[in-house]
């Protein structure tokens, strides 16, 4: 390996991350030696280095690998004249505590599947210190907290489910590291429903079936994340059935998550289905404005804590946080790509700073819904016309879905009030304030509408 091939290496990644990743965390690294087996790379920053090594680390070895490279594993170095060094930063990326999730391609040792079952890879970042709640999330929070107290079983199953990068993978690591120290003595498995499924697959395979089924019922706590996964594998869905039903007769806790509620998972058994909804099924809510500028400034500091303060001007957090409404996966990406490009810079992250560097993510997050979408959506769900949603006509069946309209209108659009009343057929914007209030009081007193609302905010935000 040389500088040359490095090079060329280089070149091959920019086509596998893209433009935008490269230029952020693969272009500022440079080669600096190659031996036994370990390629060490000169990061600008410990940040940059960290985030490779988490993030590009297999992407990278793979590379190298189809180059024909006999490379086991990255290192990464702060480069001596690296510029604008955030102070208290250390020079070795992979001594970072963040570093700890190290990239698969570092756990080359393979084990045996007892060991395994021990060790089910936790992301040291996902702790219930480190979730921060709010309104679309609190039911779930609370829920994890109370199983993670490793007290009497008093819903079982658990079932955490939610679109995607809302936070339920993080509230799974956070019960089992929560159990691991207050309970020590539990045995807690936690696994993706893949995972489940390679090991039952690998089991069959091996006939090693009596061990795997020894193994799954001997857990005190079993938790699988993703379990939308195993529907339509039939074999697969039988043996959870099976471990599930066998878990429960014992008593022993077990929780569940999955990208939707389970009796909306298709090509789910039915009677793993009404499983699911036998415990406590909570369900995490897309966020909103407050939660999303939280979970900011909580990385913010996190950050500062470990590599030094970072300068945001103000009314940067508050911008992504109004124009970044996906997930908090995307987010937290966005904002580790200012706080890279932030430690290369000398000067303050401004608005215009910031709109250069995500440039390509704003405008990923652009396609808004609009108000004719909600009236459409809103019609639809109501079976009436959407010329009955902006007409005059006041009888409730009509009245009431025009609420429902206006509300989801202020909730999903930046729209003013104003506006939102000249699109509902040129109303006063008083009209729409007092839509809006009916339809929150009602939300917390009618069980229907709340459902309505729910239902509909999801057919708008997929
Ligand atoms: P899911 O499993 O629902 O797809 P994750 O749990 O993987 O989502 O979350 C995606 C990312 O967003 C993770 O890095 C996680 O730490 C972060 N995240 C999600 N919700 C929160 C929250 N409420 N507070 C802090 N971080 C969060
Ligand atoms: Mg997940």
């Known amino acids: 390996m040389t500088q040359e091939k490095w090079g060329l290496l280089r070149e091959r990644l920019l086509r596998v991350v893209g433009q935008n990743s490269f230029k952020t965390w693969i272009e500022p690294l440079e080669y600096a030696d190659l031996q036994d087996g370990v390629l060490l790379l000169d990061a600008p920053n410990a940040y940059v280095g960290t985030y490779v090594n988490q993030h590009y680390a297999d992407t990278i070895l793979h590379e190298l690998k189809l180059a024909g490279e006999d490379v086991r594993r990255l290192s990464f170095r702060v480069a001596a004249n690296a510029p604008d060094r955030p102070s208290g930063a250390q020079t070795q990326a992979e001594s970072l505590p963040e570093s700890a999730p190290a990239a698969p391609a570092v756990q080359e040792n393979s084990v045996d599947p007892a060991e395994a079952l021990q060790a089910a890879a936790l992301d040291p970042r996902f702790t219930f210190d480190r979730f921060v709640v709010g309104k679309p999330n609190e039911l779930a929070h609370a829920a994890a907290r109370r199983v993670s107290e490793g007290g009497p079983v008093t819903f079982n199953p658990l079932v955490l489910y939610g679109g995607v990068g809302l936070g339920k993978t993080h509230l799974m690591h956070a019960i089992a590291w929560e159990l691991r120290t207050a309970r020590p003595e539990l045995n807690v498995l936690y696994l993706s429903a893949e995972q489940f499924m390679y090991r039952f697959v690998q089991a069959l395979r091996e006939r090693k079936m009596m061990d795997f089924k020894h193994l799954f019922r001997s857990v005190d706590v079993l938790m699988v994340d993703d379990v939308q996964f195993i529907a339509g594998k039939d074999s697969t869905q039988e043996e959870f059935f099976h471990t599930f039903n066998a878990l429960v007769d014992q008593n022993k806790q077990i929780i569940i998550s999955a990208d939707r509620s389970p009796g909306e998972i298709k090509d789910l058994e039915d009677r793993v289905k009404s499983r699911l909804q036998c415990g406590l099924v909570v369900d995490l809510h897309p966020t909103d404005y407050e939660l999303r500028l939280g979970i900011l400034q909580a990385k913010v500091q996190q950050f500062g804590q470990t590599y030094g303060q970072i300068r945001l001007a103000s009314g940067v957090l508050e911008f992504l946080a109004q124009r970044i409404s996906t997930n ?38 652009e396609r808004k819904t609009t108000i004719e979408e909600i009236q459409r959506k809103v019609a639809e769900h109501y079976n009436i016309r959407l010329s009955d949603i902006i007409g005059p006509k006041r009888l409730r069946s009509y009245a009431r879905p025009r609420q429902v309209a206006m509300y989801l209108c202020k909730q999903l659009t930046s729209r003013s009030l104003p506006e939102i009343g000249r699109r509902f057929g040129g109303r006063d914007h008083t009209t729409v304030i007092h839509g809006v209030r009916r339809i929150e009081e009602l939300k917390a007193t009618d069980g229907q509408i709340a459902e309505d609302l729910e239902i509909l905010r999801r057919a708008l935000e997929a």
């Open 328 to 365: 908090v996966r995307v987010l937290e990406g966005a904002l580790n790509r200012l706080f890279a490009f932030a430690s290369l810079v000398d000067r303050p992250i401004d608005l215009d700073l910031t709109q250069d560097c995500l440039a390509d993510v704003l405008r990923a997050s």
